[in-house]
């Protein structure tokens, strides 16, 4: 028995894997992974994985990153964890004032958590609860975009729209307001993104008109709907929002869990339409994929309604028992510090242009619908017929043929349904891009096979 299969076996009979049906791993195996270095991660017998997707958008810097590292251990040495409640510390304030620094202007306030539905909740329940204190409980209502995801959590879940998601538990949500997405993958012949991305901007005019009155906030992601498919939009999209909301009273939570740190070609996705927002929440890359960590900001005003003496009963009470830990602190700091010193959103573009360059031949791919980019998120959609986009059914799982399939030539590459995506750490290099494409090019031509 190989050292695999030994860990599969222990594996299988005491876990349960999260988004997995666990009868799969009776023929697909679950790979365990004895160490890591950089892009590649490897298994008990050897062999060696790329991770094209950084562990699911985390890791931007490479695993065992020899800065983070040392960081961590560092302040493992000072001070391990300590509650936040009356209590602080030197890397939560450091924290605090580099993510003010380098966030949109106006957001001057953060309030940490333990992950991005965590953070969601936090700006929810954070809008819902300004407007009661600022007398006007009747804004207890939210908006969203059609195939969001903002976690699975029964509020994110809400407030979310991929039904993989949320169709089992429909019962335990709350009433939000769907709005149709700009999504540019349904756009007609001949419109651009803009055009598109200002067409599908009406519904969203409509609803906030029709419904100011009840409506605390609009919460979506910016750019790139990362869990429905990596579908994306024009910034022209989010700018108009921002005016709108501001015009109708209504909060606007833009959720760069995914995006945000470098991931879309700007340190944040909101920078490209020149917006801030109410609240911007941010976790995944915050630490470097080390450590669980979230963090909303928000604004001096928003905290002001807050402020107030004890008997108004106005304090926001809500806590993690983790929030703010100083190791997450540490890998946080130490990974602003890469970005800070190291010019990597000036590197990330050279490198999103070269994805673009080493995956353009897909686009000619008669079961690629389309090969669409947003600096390092790249995503190919296959579809059964090309020309009208219809897509494979999804019992058919071709994605994860392709998921297979690069596995064995030694690349992870996790699918969304039929979208093949690439989400690289930002050390990959231009061989590696090209070696990846070459994979997924392969892996689809395996996967559309009758």
Same mark, same amino acid.
């Given at each position: 028995?190989?050292?695999?299969?030994?860990?599969?076996?222990?594996?299988?009979?005491?876990?349960?894997?999260?988004?997995?049906?666990?009868?799969?791993?009776?023929?697909?195996?679950?790979?365990?992974?004895?160490?890591?270095?950089?892009?590649?991660?490897?298994?008990?017998?050897g062999k060696r994985y790329l991770d094209g997707v950084s562990s699911w958008w985390t890791n931007?810097?490479?695993?065992?990153?020899?800065?983070?590292?040392?960081?961590?251990?560092?302040?493992?040495?000072?001070?391990?964890?300590?509650?936040?409640?009356?209590?602080?510390?030197?890397?939560?304030?450091?924290?605090?004032?580099?993510?003010?620094?380098?966030?949109?202007?106006?957001?001057?306030?953060?309030?940490?958590?333990?992950?991005?539905?965590?953070?969601?909740?936090?700006?929810?329940?954070?809008?819902?609860?300004?407007?009661?204190?600022?007398?006007?409980?009747?804004?207890?209502?939210?908006?969203?975009?059609?195939?969001?995801?903002?976690?699975?959590?029964?509020?994110?879940?809400?407030?979310?729209?991929?039904?993989? *998601?949320?169709?089992?538990?429909?019962?335990?949500?709350?009433?939000?307001?769907?709005?149709?997405?700009?999504?540019?993958?349904?756009?007609?012949?001949?419109?651009?993104?803009?055009?598109?991305?200002?067409?599908?901007?009406?519904?969203?005019?409509?609803?906030?008109?029709?419904?100011?009155?009840?409506?605390?906030?609009?919460?979506?992601?910016?750019?790139?709907?990362?869990?429905?498919?990596?579908?994306?939009?024009?910034?022209?999209?989010?700018?108009?929002?921002?005016?709108?909301?501001?015009?109708?009273?209504?909060?606007?939570?833009?959720?760069?869990?995914?995006?945000?740190?470098?991931?879309?070609?700007?340190?944040?996705?909101?920078?490209?339409?020149?917006?801030?927002?109410?609240?911007?929440?941010?976790?995944?890359?915050?630490?470097?994929?080390?450590?669980?960590?979230?963090?909303?900001?928000?604004?001096?005003?928003?905290?002001?309604?807050?402020?107030?003496?004890?008997?108004?009963?106005?304090? *926001?009470?809500?806590?993690?028992?983790?929030?703010?830990?100083?190791?997450?602190?540490?890998?946080?700091?130490?990974?602003?510090?890469? *970005?800070?010193?190291?010019?990597?959103?000036?590197?990330?573009?050279?490198?999103?242009?070269?994805?673009?360059q080493a995956t353009a031949h897909l686009a000619d791919h008669p079961h690629v619908a389309e090969?669409?980019?947003?600096?390092?998120?790249?995503?190919?959609?296959?579809?059964?017929?090309?020309?009208?986009?219809?897509?494979?059914?999804?019992?058919?799982?071709?994605?994860?043929?392709?998921?297979?399939?690069?596995?064995e030539k030694g690349a992870l590459l996790r699918p969304l349904g039929n979208v093949v995506y690439?989400?690289?750490?930002?050390?990959?290099?231009?061989?590696?891009?090209?070696?990846?494409?070459?994979?997924?090019?392969?892996?689809?031509?395996?996967?559309?096979?009758?």
């Amino acid at each position: 028995m190989s050292r695999n299969q030994d860990w599969m076996e222990r594996d299988v009979n005491v876990l349960w894997h999260p988004c997995t049906q666990m009868k799969d791993h009776e023929h697909i195996p679950v790979i365990p992974i004895k160490k890591a270095q950089g892009i590649w991660l490897e298994d008990f017998d050897g062999k060696r994985y790329l991770d094209g997707v950084s562990s699911w958008w985390t890791n931007i810097f490479g695993h065992c990153n020899p800065r983070i590292n040392q960081r961590i251990k560092d302040q493992v040495d000072q001070l391990e964890h300590l509650m936040l409640a009356g209590f602080t510390h030197q890397p939560v304030i450091e924290l605090s004032e580099r993510l003010v620094s380098i966030a949109p202007e106006g957001l001057e306030r953060v309030f940490y958590a333990d992950n991005g539905s965590s953070s969601i909740e936090v700006a929810l329940k954070m809008s819902f609860h300004y407007w009661l204190n600022s007398g006007r409980p009747e804004k207890k209502r939210f908006a969203t975009i059609t195939n969001g995801y903002h976690g699975e959590t029964v509020a994110t879940m809400s407030v979310g729209d991929v039904a993989v *998601f949320t169709e089992t538990y429909k019962a335990m949500l709350f009433d939000c307001i769907k709005v149709p997405s700009p999504d540019c993958y349904h756009r007609e012949r001949g419109v651009s993104w803009e055009e598109h991305s200002r067409l599908m901007f009406e519904h969203m005019c409509s609803t906030l008109e029709q419904h100011q009155h009840e409506l605390a906030a609009v919460i979506l992601e910016p750019l790139v709907q990362g869990a429905g498919g990596m579908r994306m939009y024009h910034p022209i999209y989010l700018r108009l929002l921002r005016e709108a909301c501001d015009h109708y009273g209504v909060h606007l939570i833009v959720d760069e869990i995914a995006m945000g740190f470098g991931r879309t070609g700007t340190m944040f996705a909101c920078e490209q339409a020149k917006i801030s927002p109410d609240f911007l929440v941010l976790s995944k890359a915050l630490t470097g994929g080390y450590l669980p960590m979230a963090a909303v900001l928000t604004t001096n005003a928003i905290y002001q309604a807050f402020y107030a003496e004890y008997d108004q009963l106005k304090a *926001f009470w809500h806590s993690h028992t983790y929030t703010g830990n100083p190791l997450a602190c540490a890998a946080a700091l130490a990974t602003l510090d890469i *970005f800070q010193h190291d010019n990597i959103i000036e590197k990330n573009q050279v490198l999103a242009a070269h994805m673009q360059q080493a995956t353009a031949h897909l686009a000619d791919h008669p079961h690629v619908a389309e090969v669409r980019q947003t600096g390092m998120v790249l995503a190919i959609e296959m579809v059964k017929n090309k020309a009208n986009k219809t897509p494979f059914a999804w019992q058919e799982r071709r994605g994860m043929k392709v998921y297979q399939y690069a596995m064995e030539k030694g690349a992870l590459l996790r699918p969304l349904g039929n979208v093949v995506y690439f989400l690289p750490p930002y050390i990959i290099t231009p061989e590696q891009i090209n070696w990846l494409s070459q994979i997924a090019s392969e892996g689809i031509d395996y996967a559309v096979r009758d």
